[in-house]
């Protein structure tokens, strides 16, 4: 393990098409020295047992261009608020996997959205998430820690706010295992304003009374297409979208963040890639 902590870490999410040991690879080529992957498909239920000549190669690359830390994102199929009996079965099994695979890995870090009441209430919702984790954690005995990533706030998706997030954790028995990704997208068109400095630190003054700052572990940072408090989620290039320069500085020079690994999610297109937006994030 690294602990250069004085080194900011920015990293971008990439592809483990072809081999997973190829996203490091990918990882290295545009300058990251952190970075986030899904383990596998993460449009469908099916997945490939992880090959263990792979692994190696992973483990390998990671340790020999000092990246760290590496993140997995959940699949986009499991719902663990969802009230339907069999999909929050299958979403809990789920979970289970890739805490497993992320130990394999050697991931320190798998991220989590809380999911979808689908109408069924947030408080029944939000209860459901937490047995989920429990189950889980206590079932899949690592040292993986699961981290609850912040929402758009969209119709029925639990965990737009803060203080959900922070009712969740406090009431995960493995309090070492459980801690909090910001999504700064996400804060925005959910309905936190990061556009000024001093709004910027109100926020994590909220963050730290709800849910702690040292639980918060990684920043998506990711800039938004959608208007602020829109509870719409479409991602855009640092700078470009609603939230600005302005805020994105804001969060790149508070000390309280200074240790807290930055990964991108932006779009990549022909106005820039993951090369341009990192390289303005450590210009900033
Ligand atoms: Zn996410
Ligand atoms: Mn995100
Ligand atoms: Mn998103």
Same mark, same amino acid.
């Given at each position: 393990m690294i602990t250069d902590k004085d080194t900011l870490r920015v990293g971008t999410h990439v592809s483990i098409a072809g *081999?997973?040991?190829?996203a490091v690879d990918r990882a290295v080529s545009i300058g990251c020295n952190t970075f986030q992957i899904?383990?596998? !498909?993460? $449009? *469908?239920?099916r997945m490939k047992e992880l090959n263990m000549d792979e692994v190696r190669k992973f483990k390998e690359k990671m340790i020999a261009h000092e990246i760290y830390p590496s993140v997995v994102h959940m699949p /986009? #199929?499991? !719902? #663990?608020?969802?009230?339907?009996k069999d999909l929050y079965t299958r979403s809990i099994e789920s979970l289970k996997i890739e805490l497993a695979r992320c130990n394999v890995l050697n991931v320190p870090y798998l991220v989590t959205h809380l999911g979808s009441h689908l109408g069924s209430g947030e408080r029944s919702g939000i209860e459901r998430v937490i047995d989920a984790i429990n189950e889980s954690l206590t079932e899949v005995d690592n040292e993986v820690v699961l981290l609850l990533e912040n929402t758009?706030? /969209? @119709?029925?998706?639990?965990?737009?706010r803060f203080d959900e997030i922070g009712y969740v954790i406090d009431r995960v028995?493995?309090? @070492?295992?459980i801690g909090f990704c910001l999504d700064t997208c996400h804060a925005f068109t959910a309905g /936190?304003?990061? $556009?000024?400095d001093q709004n910027v630190s109100n926020i994590l003054e909220e963050i730290e009374n709800t849910?702690? #700052?040292? @639980? #918060?572990?990684i920043i998506h940072l990711n800039d938004s297409k959608e208007e602020f408090n829109s509870k719409k989620d479409i991602h855009e290039h640092i700078g470009l979208g609603m939230i600005g320069l302005n805020g994105f500085k804001a969060i790149l020079k508070d000390n309280r963040l200074s240790k807290v690994p930055f990964i991108l999610e932006t779009p990549i297109d022909e106005r820039r890639d993951d090369l341009g937006n990192i390289r303005l994030v450590r210009l900033l």
């Open positions: *081999s997973i040991d190829k899904f383990s596998r !498909n993460p $449009r *469908s239920w /986009y #199929l499991p !719902n #663990l608020a969802s009230p339907k758009s706030g /969209y @119709k029925n998706d639990v965990g737009g028995s493995d309090e @070492k295992r /936190y304003d990061i $556009r000024t849910i702690g #700052l040292d @639980k #918060l572990k």
